[in-house]
């Protein structure tokens, strides 16, 4: 019964439906952007193991991503870096995003030390509130804080869990004189 209704439109609904032209060429979809994060160690090539069942499905190179992102991160050698990977038609661009202990880290000047062989290494330098702020500004974007002075503090929180001094007193110290108000901290 339904098909008998339906059979008397068909002509109609052919007319709705384009027709086949062989010399129109459907447009490209745009290249869809795919986006990797994932911890390195600056200055050093990444295992292919750990790289493959990131970029493998996308049809690239483990090793070569590894060179890149080694090359990439050399300013950071030693350091735990956090980095993105933005894969455009199997091309791969690595950026780093900055992690607070990286930075704070990176502040302390420490020697490059051998991962495989020196272990628990204690991080018990000193850096100046001013470096403080320098690296609060670089992580204001990812802050949750309201103003600089809250990011401020995150960071000296980071600075207490790492176990380095800021301008010889303990981070705590100087984060209770921050919310205080006894030390003055830049609008922004």
Known sequence: PLVVFFLPLLPVLGSFLPAHNPNVTMAKPAPEAKIIMMRAVGGEVASAATLAPKVGPLGMSPKKIGEDIAKATADWKGLKVTVKLTVINRQATVEMVPASSSLVMKALDEPVRNRKEEKN????????????????????????????????????????????????????????????????????
Request: charged fraction near 25%.
């Open 121 to 188: 290494v204690v991080h018990d330098g000193n850096i100046t509130l001013d470096q403080v702020i320098e690296i609060a500004r670089t992580m204001r974007e990812r802050s949750l804080a309201r103003e600089l002075s809250g990011t401020v503090r995150e960071i000296l929180g980071t600075c207490f869990s790492i176990g380095c001094t800021v301008n010889g007193e303990h981070p705590r110290e100087l984060s209770l004189k921050i919310k205080n108000g006894e030390v003055p901290i830049p609008a922004e």
